[in-house]
């Protein structure tokens, strides 16, 4: 059975850090790449950062660049994001997602991801 189980998430002041974690269970990461997206009220889901299946080239939307970083762990079957300097504009709900290796598509977009989450919501506030 495929899953995917985020953790992580919480209420850090501005400035502040969190680590999150995607746990992908059942998933061949040859066959699947892993993208992290965040919904924040009243504004659609958009692509933070993916690792490219294969090689495991991560990408970054520009408005994290420099302040997030993904990574994976083989092992322990789980994507991590580190997200770091944390403004109240990073405060939405954090999804993880995965999308078959077919789509050529850059990993940043949602066309394609089949599988979904159940989200991580990460607050930045005083």
């Known amino acids: 059975q495929l899953q995917l189980v985020e953790s992580g998430g919480g209420l850090v002041q501005p400035g502040g850090s969190l680590r999150l974690s995607c746990a992908h269970l059942?998933?061949?990461?040859?066959?699947?790449?892993i993208g992290w997206f965040r919904q924040a009220p009243g504004k659609e889901r958009e692509g933070v950062s993916c690792?490219?299946?294969?090689?495991?080239?991560?990408y970054y939307a520009d408005f994290v660049k420099g302040r997030f970083t993904i990574s994976r762990h083989i092992a322990n079957n789980t994507v991590y994001l580190q997200v770091n300097n944390l403004t109240p504009e990073d405060t939405a709900v954090y999804y993880c997602?995965?999308?078959?290796?077919?789509?050529?598509?850059?990993?940043?977009?949602?066309?394609?991801?089949?599988?979904w989450g159940q989200g991580t919501q990460v607050t930045v506030s005083r």
């Open positions: 059942g998933f061949n990461l040859d066959d699947y790449g």
């Open positions: 690792i490219r299946t294969g090689d495991g080239i991560p």
């Open positions: 997602a995965a999308r078959p290796s077919r789509f050529r598509t850059t990993c940043l977009e949602i066309f394609g991801y089949d599988h």
